[in-house]
C-alpha cells in the first residue's frame, strides 16, 4: 500500500514541527497548505489576531454546499517534565509503532487525510470533501471556535464532519461538554466585629455555592431519558473555594472555581440563566446596599461545547457502513465536534491512535490503526465519487 509509505513520511514530517499549543504553528500550517495546493486542493489559511496562529480549510471536489469535513487540530501538548525514550520531535518507528509527541492525538489522522488529497483529486467527486486542521484545541479549542465562526460568515454549509481524535477508529457519536469558570466576588473588607459595615466576599460565595449545590439536584431531574453517558445527566463541580485572611477579618475578595458537563446544550442555557438571575435580583442588591461597588464576574476559563447523540446521524451511519462496525460508542474525553455540530453538521469522532496514548510520554500511533484509517478515508472517497 503505497499511502501507507506516503503516510507515514507526512506524519514524520509532522511531528517534526513541534506545535506545542503555547508556540506558533504558522509552519506547520505551510507545510500542509502546500502539499494540499500540490493535490489540487483550493486553500485558504486564517490567522489569528496575534499572527502567530493560524488554522487551514481546504476544498476538493465542487464548490456546493453537503461536503465531508475531515477534521484534526495541529497542536501538541507539551513534553516538559515528560521521560521519552526518543526525541519526541524525531518520529520513531520500532516494531510495528511511530512514536512522537501528537503521532495519536492527532497528526496521524491527518497525515492519513492529507496523503489522500491526491487520490481524491483524481476522482469526480459528486460533494466536496474539505480538510480543516485548527490550532489551539489542547488549550480550549480557540482555533476551532474560530474557524467555525469564520465559515458561518462566510456561508459554508458541509453537511458532515470526522473528528479525527484518536479513537482506535471506533466511531464515536457523542460525548459531554467541559465548561469551566471563575466566579470573582469583590465585597468590601472591615473588622470582624463590625459585620454589617462590611460586605463578606466568602459569605456570598458560599450562597453562591449553595445555589451550585441545588442546580446539581436539578439538574438530574433534567436528565434525557434515553442518555447513554455516565452518569446520563449533567454534572457540576465546585472544584475551589478560595477566599478570606484571618478570623477577624471580613473578607474583601473570593473566588469560586467550578464546572460543568452539560449531556445538552439547554442544561448549560438553563444553568447560566439560573445563576445569572440570581446574582443579579439576589445576591448583589444585597452586596450594593453596603457598598455600590462590590461586585460578582464570572469568568470563562472554558467551554467545550459537547457533541450530543442524534437519532439521525448521516455521518455516523456512512462510515458505519463504510467500516462494518457493529456498534458505536461515547468518550469522556472533549473534542471540537460539538463546535461543528452547532454549526448544523452531522458529526462523529472517528481516529486512528488509542487516547490511553495521548499526552504521555512514548505516545504513539500503530501501522496497523493507520492502515485501518487509510481504508475508511478511501472507501469513503469511493462513496462519494460520482
Ligand atoms: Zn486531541
Redesign the pocket.
Given at each position: 500500500m503505497t499511502t501507507l509509505s506516503e503516510t507515514t513520511e507526512i506524519l514524520r514530517d509532522l511531528i517534526a514541527f513541534p506545535t506545542v499549543s503555547t508556540d506558533s504553528n504558522l509552519a506547520c500550517i505551510g507545510y500542509l497548505a502546500d502539499r494540499l495546493e500540490r493535490a489540487g486542493a483550493r486553500v485558504e489559511v486564517y490567522q489569528d489576531d496575534t499572527g502567530a496562529k493560524a488554522n487551514l480549510w481546504a476544498t476538493l471536489g465542487p464548490d456546493t454546499d453537503g461536503g465531508i469535513v475531515l477534521s484534526g487540530?495541529s497542536d501538541v501538548v507539551p513534553v516538559t517534565d515528560q521521560d521519552w525514550t526518543s526525541d519526541p520531535f524525531v518520529m520513531d518507528e520500532r516494531a510495528g509503532l511511530l512514536y512522537g509527541r501528537g503521532a495519536c492525538?492527532?497528526k496521524g489522522f491527518i497525515a492519513a487525510a492529507v496523503a489522500m488529497a491526491p487520490l481524491y483529486a483524481a476522482r469526480d467527486l459528486a460533494r466536496p470533501i474539505h480538510f480543516a486542521f485548527t490550532h489551539d484545541?489542547?488549550t480550549g479549542c480557540l482555533g476551532g471556535q474560530a474557524l467555525v465562526t469564520e465559515l458561518q460568515n462566510r456561508g459554508y454549509r458541509p453537511a458532515m464532519a470526522i473528528i479525527g481524535?484518536p479513537t482506535e477508529m471506533r466511531i464515536i457519536e457523542g460525548h459531554k461538554g467541559c465548561f469551566e469558570y471563575s466566579t470573582h466576588f469583590h465585597g468590601l473588607e472591615g473588622h470582624g466585629s463590625g459585620p454589617d459595615l462590611g460586605v463578606n466576599a466568602v459569605e456570598y460565595a458560599v450562597r453562591y455555592v449553595s445555589r451550585l449545590l441545588e442546580l446539581k439536584d436539578k439538574l438530574r431531574h433534567r436528565c434525557p431519558p434515553d442518555s447513554q453517558f455516565e452518569p446520563p445527566w449533567t454534572t457540576i463541580n465546585t472544584g475551589a473555594l478560595i477566599g478570606g485572611v484571618a478570623h477577624n477579618v471580613i473578607p474583601g475578595k473570593a473566588r469560586v472555581d467550578w464546572e460543568m458537563r452539560p449531556v445538552q446544550k439547554s442544561d448549560a442555557d438553563f444553568v447560566k440563566q439560573d445563576l445569572h438571575h440570581f446574582c443579579t435580583h439576589h445576591l448583589l442588591p444585597a452586596m450594593q446596599a453596603v457598598d455600590p461597588s462590590a461586585s460578582i464576574h464570572t469568568e470563562v476559563i472554558g467551554e467545550v461545547v459537547g457533541l450530543e447523540p442524534m437519532d439521525q446521524n448521516a455521518i455516523r451511519d456512512l462510515v458505519v457502513e463504510l467500516t462494518g462496525a457493529n456498534a458505536t460508542d461515547l468518550v469522556p474525553f472533549g473534542t471540537e465536534a460539538g463546535l461543528f455540530q452547532q454549526l448544523g453538521m452531522d458529526v462523529i469522532v472517528c481516529g486512528p491512535g488509542s487516547i490511553a496514548q495521548?499526552h504521555k510520554p512514548d505516545e504513539f500511533v500503530s501501522l496497523d490503526q493507520m492502515v485501518q484509517c487509510l481504508s475508511m478515508l478511501e472507501k469513503l472517497g469511493d462513496k462519494v465519487s460520482a
Open positions: 487540530h492525538d492527532m484545541e489542547e481524535e495521548a
